[in-house]
């Protein structure tokens, strides 16, 4: 299995802050990774898809890059909306997997 | 409007199988490159992917999983249903039905069900 390595765990940040988030997967993924976000008792969100496809209805402050085994999300100016627990995923091989998460909150 | 909702018993007896439906709307799950996953997320682990089934009726596995699982399609009812035999406490947690659209979407799971708490408990 592709194991997916995100970084910090836990990024404490406030309103404006520019904050970015990073993922590793263990071997090459090609361009086949997404960004989600989560609130407490809500499915996933899709925010990014094949990298640095921006998912139709998300705003323009979220934006990603990378390739092959590197990968960041990049919040351009935090919002108070965007405070919530952010996974990558990849799905270039199955079984398709996820990074363990990276919770965002207030400093 | 694309929706997934899905449906099934809350709690289930260790060694129990579990079978979970996933309805949906607004696509067709037989429409080109669609797919539906069920994905499950114990409470505060990440998610794991756990099945998926393709437009063309092929099938895909956790590999962990992939004793115990079995997924189906029944498209005049727009419903994709998981079995999960021998469930274990360890088992426990809200299972999700995603949609995957390749060509020309995203790929990625875009649509998701709000969920369904399943609890494995004697």
């Known amino acids: 299995d592709i194991q997916m390595t995100q970084s910090p765990s836990t990024l404490s940040a406030s309103v404006g802050d520019r904050v970015t988030i990073t993922c590793r997967a263990s071997q090459s993924i090609s361009t086949w990774l997404a960004w989600f976000q989560q609130k407490p008792g809500k499915a996933p969100k899709l925010l990014i898809y094949?990298?640095?496809s921006l998912q139709a209805g998300i705003s323009s402050r979220f934006s990603g890059s990378g390739s092959r085994t590197d990968f960041n999300l990049t919040i351009s100016s935090l919002q108070p909306d965007d405070f919530a627990t952010y996974y990558c995923?990849?799905?270039?091989?199955?079984?398709?997997?996820f990074g363990q998460g990276t919770k965002v909150d207030f400093k | 409007q694309v929706t997934l909702r899905e449906s099934g018993p809350a709690l289930v007896k260790p060694t129990e199988t579990l079978t979970l439906t996933c309805t949906v709307s607004g696509f067709s799950l037989t429409g080109s490159e669609m797919c539906v996953s069920w994905i499950r997320q114990s409470p505060g682990k990440a998610p794991e992917w756990l099945a998926r089934i393709d437009w063309d009726d092929e099938k895909h596995y956790s590999k962990s999983l992939e004793t115990r699982l079995t997924i189906s399609k029944d498209t005049s009812r727009n419903q994709v249903v998981l079995t999960m035999v021998n469930m274990d406490p360890a088992d426990t947690a809200t299972y999700y039905c995603?949609?995957?659209?390749f060509g020309s979407g995203t790929g990625a799971p875009d649509y998701w069900g709000q969920g369904i708490l399943v609890s494995v408990t004697s």
């Open positions: 094949k990298v640095s």
């Open positions: 995603a949609r995957s659209h």
């Open positions: 995923q990849q799905y270039n091989n199955y079984p398709w997997t």
